[in-house]
């Protein structure tokens, strides 16, 4: 009986341990818009959407890292806004990273969301203090709409921040970093912290989407869109389940 269990135990650890070690490889979004004709959206595979008077393009007086490339939203209307956006292979342990920075505190900024089967995630962004912001701060922006964390941390205007989204759809659980980043490029100190909790409705991600507000505006910059799908918490049950069965050996 117990050899069969173990058997069990074994074949279904292993299978856990392949799915889950499957998963951990592989980038699914990388771009640093440094090979994209400046003046223009960014091509496919991206999306693209530019409502009148905005514009959503390659610029390169304005990048980060030492040379380079980023892509301008530039959004100085109310019931218009412009638009980026990719799809992806479906993940449901997600990391997010990229860079963004604002140039005008009268705008929201740039929406840097993930995308799956529920809708938006959670996402961080510039406030211009509508709608319960906290102008000339970063906030956390609910799911389902609305400022739910507006005091995330202060910022400048003409400074990088860089975003980091952890997410596991699997237990609905993820937490976000910023951190403001200095001249070298170099995080400055312990980043911004805010953890979600658990009540949210995605069972995976697939596309990526950042836009400006309707309503409020934007004058900034997104750089260094990183993608990849973490290491997820079931393999860590199969790395206990096969420390189990050792033991036990
Ligand atoms: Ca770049
Ligand atoms: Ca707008």
Redesign the pocket.
């Known amino acids: 009986m117990i050899g069969r269990s173990v058997i069990a135990m074994s074949a279904f650890a292993a299978g856990l341990f392949f799915v889950c070690t499957l998963n951990t490889y592989g980038v699914v979004l990388q771009d640093n818009f440094d090979a994209y004709t400046t003046g223009f959206p960014p091509p496919a595979p991206w999306n693209h959407r530019e409502d009148s008077g905005?514009t959503v393009e390659v610029d390169d007086t304005v990048f980060f890292g030492p040379s380079g490339k980023s892509v301008h939203f530039y959004?100085p209307?109310?019931?218009?806004?412009t638009e980026l956006s990719r799809g992806f292979s479906q993940t449901s342990n997600i990391v997010l990273e990229y860079y963004m920075r604002s140039d005008n505190q009268d705008y929201e900024g740039m929406f840097v969301v993930l995308n799956g089967d529920g809708g938006s995630d959670y996402l961080v962004n510039f406030s211009n203090g509508a709608f319960g912001g906290m102008k000339g701060y970063i906030g956390g922006w609910g799911a389902n709409g609305g400022w739910v964390k507006p005091d995330l941390l202060a910022y400048k205007t003409n400074t990088w921040y860089k975003v980091r989204r952890e997410l596991d759809c699997t237990t609905d659980t993820g937490r976000f970093y910023v951190w403001e980043v200095d001249e070298q490029h170099n995080p400055i100190g312990s980043p911004a912290e805010w953890e979600i909790g658990s009540n949210y409705v995605n069972t995976y991600i697939d596309g990526v989407f950042a836009w400006?507000?309707?309503?409020?505006?934007?004058d900034g910059y997104i750089d260094e869109i990183y993608i990849v799908p973490e290491p997820c918490s079931l393999s860590l049950l199969a790395l206990g389940c096969m420390a189990l069965i050792r033991r036990r050996r």
Do not use: C, L
């Open positions: 905005t959004d209307g109310s019931g218009v806004k400006s507000s309707g309503s409020q505006g934007a």
